[in-house]
């Protein structure tokens, strides 16, 4: 209801009532004449203006008011926002949690056993039936490659290096690039612990991809990894002095592609600049998830 009489024609209309009443008063002033003393309507026509006066600063300040609610609000709406959505990707991320470990100790094990079955089976039919041991042997390779694959979903579930920290999964990826490609490769990390946990699965994917596309195609001679936060962004910078991407824009492959579903869906943008003969950069850039308390507090 006070929201209602706060609108810009109410106001209005309870100004022009006043002035209409101000005038009334000031006509009944000069129509009595004589009958009232000297300077009545001049002091009527003053405590009209004061009157006035005092309304429109009423006014003045239940608008200032409305303003400062409203904003309140959407500090309050955009705090509960954040809040449910950082809650929403941590769900996720625990739900990813669930998956891999029951992928891993229900369809693993059934998978490891099985190749078990098969190599025993396998080591007592090669001397007296050679062409079984042979499809037994395809077999065996078959299921291997299913392991591999699995552990390969487990992974981009969950990777395991992350639980030693983002930053040591980082550097353990820079050493196997370094040790398998002989490239130099340098990291500068300065993220806190929070930080590196907010977006540590999707961080850890994109530097993953990114080297191996390094690896595969740039023919680079120095890496350089760069993550840092500003303020409630993290900031990740892979920088190479390779060939760059062909194309314009780059052409982008499967990985790179879906990295940046990914991104997107996190709320961040991925950017990758390229030049034929002067390397590539990619920028991701992803929020940081506002804390509840802190929101309240910036009220």
């Avoid at 509960?80 to 100790?105: K, T």
């Avoid at 001397?127 to 490659?145: E, H, K, M, S, Y």
């Avoid at 395991?160 to 983002?166: E, H, R, V, Y």
Wanted: with cysteine.
């Amino acid at each position: 209801m006070m929201q209602r009489w706060l609108r810009p024609p109410c106001r209005l209309s309870i100004l022009a009532c006043l002035a209409a009443g101000a005038l009334a008063s000031l006509h009944a002033g000069y129509a009595a004449g004589p009958i009232l003393q000297t300077g009545t309507p001049l002091r009527l026509m003053l405590a009209c203006a004061i009157l006035c006066g005092a309304l429109a600063l009423m006014l003045w300040r239940q608008h200032r008011l409305a303003l400062r609610l409203r904003a309140l609000e959407q500090l309050r709406a955009d705090a509960e926002q954040e809040r449910l959505a950082s809650g929403q990707q941590q769900a996720r991320e625990q739900e990813r949690q669930r998956i891999g470990r029951d992928i891993h100790d229900d369809l693993g094990q059934h998978l490891l056993t099985l190749k078990i079955d098969l190599s025993m089976l396998q080591t007592s039919t090669h001397g007296t039936a050679p062409q079984l041991a042979q499809q037994l042997a395809v077999i065996v390779r078959n299921v291997d490659l299913s392991i591999a694959a699995l552990r390969c979903v487990i992974h981009d579930l969950r990777p395991p290096a992350l639980d030693a920290g983002l930053q040591a999964a980082c550097e353990e990826l820079l050493a196997d690039f370094r040790r398998t490609t002989g490239i130099d490769c340098r990291c500068d990390y300065r993220l806190d612990a929070a930080a590196g946990r907010a977006h540590g699965a999707l961080l850890y994917h994109v530097v993953q991809e990114a080297l191996a596309n390094i690896a595969r195609h740039a023919r680079a001679t120095h890496v350089r990894l760069c993550l840092q936060q500003a303020g409630a962004t993290v900031e990740c910078r892979i920088r190479d002095d390779g060939i760059g991407l062909p194309g314009s824009p780059p052409r982008l492959g499967c990985g790179l592609s879906g990295m940046h579903e990914r991104v997107a869906a996190a709320g961040g943008s991925l950017h990758i600049d390229s030049r034929s003969g002067a390397g590539t950069t990619l920028r991701l850039s992803l929020p940081l998830p506002v804390r509840h308390d802190e929101a309240m507090a910036h009220r």
